[in-house]
């Protein structure tokens, strides 16, 4: 009798830790997707585009309005604030940069016509490096963000800088990404992030969550090449997946990315 009653108890105890699984898995999923509001209606903006003809002006022009109209909304709603804002326009301005010199390069290429280019850029694609901080932003301030055993300023600046960097020097020079992301996992071993579901905190290596966001952009540039955000050169007749090989670009975006916006926050918070 005893041995059902304890079975009975650890039944009802392991469907009890399940559920509550479940809810928080939930619950960081809802809190993830309001987090990704701003590249969702990018995404969504590029299917529809693509689908549905805008009159009088061209698509990558439609685009920019509706990237300048939902950044006004979410200020004004108060989802964004204004100190978001500006780390925003901060990566807006760094993606161009980046955009102008690779479709230079002939690393990709924006083919459809539009008003608002610049040497065949389309500005509207400055927004889709800002929806990446503002997921990160939103993210931040929904999951109470923390970050542990955090490195020296010293060090994460000129790492952030020498990522960033690399992206326009390897053209010319030989490509050390795969040394710089060695020395992202040296200097952030002992770092690990913590977040709150529900009150309920938990933790993972800094690293990995940079593979993991990484990877999720990767997926997230398959879906936009494929409604022509814009092409490859291997893209041009038709469509193909994005090489695996892009992740690790990506991953050491998301690094910058997260980096700048972890020291302004640091900044931020220092100041108060």
């Known amino acids: 009798m005893n041995v059902t009653i304890q079975n009975e108890l650890q039944r009802k105890t392991l ?34 585009t693509q689908i549905i003809p805008l009159p009088f002006l061209g698509r990558y022009d439609w685009l920019l309005i509706i990237c300048l109209s939902m950044q006004w909304w979410m200020v004004r709603s108060g989802l964004e604030t204004r100190d978001e804002l500006k780390v925003i326009t901060l990566f807006h301005l760094i993606g161009l940069a980046l955009e102008l010199f690779k479709v230079h390069m002939g690393s990709w290429s924006y083919p459809e016509e539009g008003y608002f280019k610049i040497f065949g850029v389309p500005l509207y694609s400055g927004f889709m490096y800002a929806s990446v901080a503002s997921y990160l932003c939103q993210a931040w301030r929904r999951l109470k963000v923390d970050l542990i055993k955090w490195p020296p300023f010293l060090l994460v600046a000129p790492l952030a800088a020498a990522i960033y960097l690399n992206f326009f020097t390897h ?26 579901v529900n009150d309920s905190q938990y933790r993972m290596p ?16 398959n879906i936009a090449t494929f409604f022509g ?44």
């Open 229 to 272: 955000a814009w092409k490859y050169p291997n893209q041009a007749e038709a469509w193909s997946l994005v090489h695996l090989g892009k992740v690790s670009s990506w991953v050491l975006l998301v690094i910058v990315s997260f980096l700048i916006v972890a020291m302004l926050k640091r900044v931020k918070g220092s100041s108060h």
């Open 15 to 48: 469907k009890g830790k399940m559920t509550k699984a479940c809810q928080q898995l939930f619950r960081f999923g809802w809190e993830q997707a309001l987090s990704c509001l701003f590249p969702v209606v990018i995404f969504s903006s590029l299917a529809l």
């Open 171 to 196: 053209h010319y020079w030989i490509d050390i990404r795969w040394w710089l992301a060695a020395l992202v996992i040296l200097v952030f071993w002992k770092t690990w992030v913590t977040y709150e």
């Open 206 to 221: 800094l690293a990995l969550s940079f593979v993991l966001i990484g990877f999720f952009i990767w997926i997230a540039e």
